[in-house]
């Protein structure tokens, strides 16, 4: 089993804050059916394996696992 590097671990702390809006960008998961790219989301945080927890705005709380799925910041005017 792989770890998430404590260096990897806080940049990736660092790069997505609490409160911090997010747009999802890709998720790998088969049976998500309410996410798709383009989605909207504060972060509630990132926990230790790297997984960032989201609040989606369409109601879903999927995490953005680190190596599988792809979110990146935006803000509000975007």
């Known amino acids: ?4 590097s404590k260096e990897v671990l806080e940049n990736r ?3 997505y804050p609490v409160g911090a809006r997010v747009e999802l960008v890709k998720m790998n998961d088969p049976y998500n059916t309410t996410l798709v790219p383009g989605c909207r989301g504060t972060v509630k ?3 230790d394996i ?7 705005d ?3 709380s999927l995490g953005v696992v680190y190596g599988e799925d792809v979110c990146r910041v935006v803000k509000d005017d975007e």
């Open 45 to 47: 945080g990132v926990d």
């Open 58 to 60: 369409c109601g879903s």
């Open 13 to 15: 702390k660092a790069h």
């Open 1 to 4: 089993m792989w770890q998430i």
């Open 50 to 56: 790297g997984t960032i927890h989201v609040k989606w």
